[in-house]
């Protein structure tokens, strides 16, 4: 797929400590298309955020990518230099985060938050860049934009406050908008408008967007296709009706249960028992063995390699290579 | 806002108070202001005459009452060792400690911040390592150690700059000052190293401190993911948030500065308010010693006051004013 927006190719992250190097990430590849929107899921801790960091450059020393490419529109960017990196931030590429409560400087109104943004990716007069930030905050629903703009960031709630960030993130119009649980910290009653002002408002820029959510029910009414990941691996990735009506990796099936309504079988609605191995502790083989209630001789000694089913689907699983199937029918016994 | 002045106002007067009733306390059981002040052949009678005389058998609370009233116009009384009035001796003395502060106060602060800056943005660097680990010994070494080794170093074996002194001073209105002479700067030079070295350290290791957290804040994660700059991120972002509580510190600073100038004032021989409370304390003078603390007092509570208001005006979040009712 060439006319990918972004391509991951077989990222590798790397926390180097005391005791040994810890891998957070392993062997990540996909790809988002021009205003594809890519759901990626998993646990807390699964590597979502340190993919996304990994990709806008910003890994906090001492991780860094020990292996892979990550390329933009063909070219790569894993290996630009820091100012190179910088120009491409906020530009071509944007990042919501988290808490809108803490990723606005609370010593500086909106105005000069937004301002400064525009300013330093367009070469436009102060006057123009508060024309366009008043545009941009009205775009993003803030009521009297014109009036609030001057208002600083503790003077607006958590939803109006992801707005605000929102608005920040998207001032450049990049192509590509990475939105690190973007509802997480918000009240449960605003957090489906905010997911729903990122989809309207990428769509009309054309931007694609990498929704990055622990919820797999955002996913299904979002995503256009989704990204499983488990243990910094990725579990499973394919178009997201495909994922949620007939998931296949065992791990996938879990998450599934975990969504009610989606599922006409409630006996499914159980959690998947265990948790998720810590870096310096990942099993051999599949890093899902331990919690697998298909698990068989070949999960325990081989890493499942990530196996096409389709041509858009990939799961990582040995069920799914012919080879082994037969053993499993036989364990299964 | 002017609600929020009054109270402070009000808490800084309380404050005053009770330093005023411990000055007050020292007049009454450190020593006997009677014998400080007749001579060795007075009589009994003579003593008692004295003592119903100055209202020293007055009820308690009315002689706080006089003593805290006559404190409030400046007044406190003759020096028992230099017979002369107390307030003229200070004043005549405050400019000399006044100046050296401020310039200590200046030093520690740019000195101080920018150290702190460099330190935490290159936080592996050598020079960074080398800095902290020298700063160790601003912050472990006595004050007069560290004015004896400058004086010994710069003005015995180098001959640089003087010992003591304050150098030639020029008058600027009733205001002595040795800024406008060479000598005068020349003089000032190593007891304001000596007494702002301490403090340096100290406001060195607080920016550090907080511009580290600062930096792993999510609002400069954000900032960077932005495309700032980086000169954009460290000092329009992260600088000014640590600044903010730095100021309240960095400020209170500058009042241990004023207190701690006793030491560096009797090593250099400098002549300020420092100095003349030590000699105080050597002869027991107490109206010396009462105002001089009186006045070391009213210095802090002044400095909290101006720092309150700044950090006030720094950070929007303490502007309640409308924040409440909007959202
Ligand atoms: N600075 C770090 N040092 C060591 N391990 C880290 C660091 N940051 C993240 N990790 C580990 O990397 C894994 C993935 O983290 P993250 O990407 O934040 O997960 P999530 O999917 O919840 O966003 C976690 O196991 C986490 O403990
Ligand atoms: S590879 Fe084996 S252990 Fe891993 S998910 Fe598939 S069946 Fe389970
Ligand atoms: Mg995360």
């Known amino acids: 797929m060439t006319d990918a927006l972004l391509s991951v190719r077989n990222l590798r992250v790397e926390f180097p400590t005391r005791r040994g190097v810890l891998t957070a990430i392993d062997d990540v590849s996909f790809d988002i298309m021009p205003g594809e929107v890519l759901g990626v899921v998993g646990e807390s801790g699964a590597g979502k955020s340190l993919t996304g960091a990994a990709i806008i450059g910003l890994l906090e020393p001492p991780g860094r990518i020990a292996g892979g490419e990550i390329l933009l529109k063909g070219q790569r960017i894993d290996n630009l230099g820091a100012e190179a990196m910088r120009r491409i931030r906020g530009k071509r590429i944007g990042m919501v985060f988290q808490d809108p409560l803490t990723s606005l400087n609370p010593l500086y109104t909106v105005a000069q938050q937004l301002i400064e943004t525009i300013r330093t990716h367009a070469d436009i007069s102060e006057a123009e860049a508060r024309k366009r930030a008043v545009a941009l905050l009205d775009r993003v629903g803030i009521p009297a934009a014109k009036r609030r703009i001057d208002d600083y960031p503790h003077h607006f709630s958590g939803g109006m406050r992801q707005r605000v960030v929102i608005a920040l993130a998207l001032c450049a119009e990049p192509e590509l908008v990475i939105a690190d649980e973007p509802t997480t910290a918000l009240d449960v009653s605003v957090q489906s408008q905010i997911i729903d002002l990122i989809k309207e408002i990428c769509a009309e820029r054309g931007a694609a967007v990498m929704l990055i959510t622990h919820d797999m029910g955002v996913i299904a009414e979002t995503a256009d296709r989704v990204a499983v990941l488990y243990s910094g691996r990725m579990a499973e990735i394919g178009p997201v009706t495909q994922v949620i009506t007939a998931p296949e990796h065992p791990y996938t099936v879990g998450l599934m249960g975990s969504i009610p309504t989606l599922t006409q079988d409630h006996a499914r609605l159980v959690a998947i028992p265990g948790a998720m191995p810590r870096l310096n502790a990942i099993p051999q083989g599949c890093p899902?063995?331990?919690?697998?209630?298909?698990?068989?001789?070949?999960?325990?000694?081989?890493?499942?390699?990530?196996?096409?089913?389709?041509?858009?689907?990939?799961?990582?699983?040995?069920?799914?290579d012919e080879v082994s199937t037969v053993e499993q029918e036989k364990a299964n016994v | 806002?002017?609600?929020?002045?009054?109270?402070?106002?009000?808490?800084?007067?309380?404050?005053?108070?009770?330093?005023?009733?411990v000055s007050f306390a020292l007049f009454r059981f450190v020593g006997d202001p009677i014998s400080s002040m007749v001579g060795q052949e007075a009589t009994i009678a003579d003593r008692d005459a004295l003592r119903e005389q100055l209202g020293l058998n007055d009820p308690f609370l009315s002689q706080f009452a006089t003593f805290v009233m006559r404190a409030a116009q400046g007044n406190f009384g003759i020096s028992y060792r230099l017979q002369e009035p107390v307030?003229?001796?200070?004043?005549?003395?405050?400019?000399?400690?006044?100046?050296?502060?401020?310039?200590?106060?200046?030093?520690?602060?740019?000195?101080?911040?920018?150290?702190?800056?460099?330190?935490?943005?290159?936080?592996?660097?050598?020079?960074?390592?080398?800095?902290?680990?020298?700063?160790?010994?601003?912050?472990?070494?006595?004050?007069?150690?560290?004015?004896?080794?400058?004086?010994?170093?710069?003005?015995?074996?180098?001959?640089?700059?003087?010992?003591?002194?304050?150098?030639?001073?020029?008058?600027?209105?009733?205001?002595?000052?040795?800024?406008?002479?060479?000598?005068?700067?020349?003089?000032?030079?190593?007891?304001?190293?000596?007494?702002?070295?301490?403090?340096?350290?100290?406001?060195?290791?607080?920016?550090?401190?907080?511009?580290?957290?600062?930096?792993?804040?999510?609002?400069?994660?954000?900032?960077?993911?932005?495309?700032?700059?980086?000169?954009?991120?460290?000092?329009?972002?992260?600088?000014?948030?640590?600044?903010?509580?730095?100021?309240?510190?960095?400020?209170?600073?500058?009042?241990?500065i004023i207190a701690f100038a006793i030491i560096t004032e009797t090593v250099f021989q400098w002549p300020g308010v420092g100095a003349l409370f030590i000699n105080s304390v050597r002869f027991v003078d107490v109206p010396v010693m009462a105002a001089y603390l009186m006045m070391i007092a009213l210095v802090f509570v002044i400095i909290n006051l101006i720092v309150d208001l700044l950090y006030y005006v720094v950070d929007p979040r303490l502007r309640v004013d409308r924040a409440a009712t909007r959202h």
């Open chain 2, 1 to 21: 806002m002017l609600a929020y002045i009054l109270r402070r106002i009000a808490q800084s007067v309380l404050v005053m108070l009770v330093v005023a009733l």
């Open chain 1, 288 to 320: 899902f063995n331990p919690r697998c209630e298909h698990a068989f001789d070949r999960c325990f000694a081989e890493r499942p390699e990530p196996l096409r089913r389709g041509d858009r689907r990939r799961v990582a699983c040995w069920l799914y």
């Open chain 2, 87 to 256: 307030m003229e001796l200070i004043l005549s003395r405050l400019p000399a400690t006044l100046e050296l502060a401020m310039v200590s106060g200046v030093l520690a602060f740019v000195f101080g911040v920018g150290f702190g800056v460099y330190t935490a943005l290159r936080r592996n660097g050598w020079l960074s390592n080398t800095i902290m680990t020298v700063s160790l010994v601003g912050v472990s070494l006595p004050t007069f150690l560290i004015g004896v080794l400058l004086i010994w170093v710069f003005a015995v074996e180098l001959q640089w700059l003087p010992s003591f002194g304050r150098g030639n001073v020029v008058m600027v209105g009733d205001w002595p000052t040795g800024l406008l002479t060479p000598s005068g700067r020349a003089s000032l030079v190593l007891p304001a190293i000596t007494l702002g070295l301490y403090q340096m350290t100290l406001i060195m290791r607080l920016v550090r401190a907080e511009m580290l957290e600062v930096l792993r804040a999510d609002y400069i994660k954000f900032a960077r993911a932005r495309g700032l700059s980086n000169r954009a991120v460290n000092f329009g972002h992260a600088l000014k948030n640590t600044m903010v509580p730095v100021i309240t510190i960095t400020g209170l600073q500058l009042g241990s």
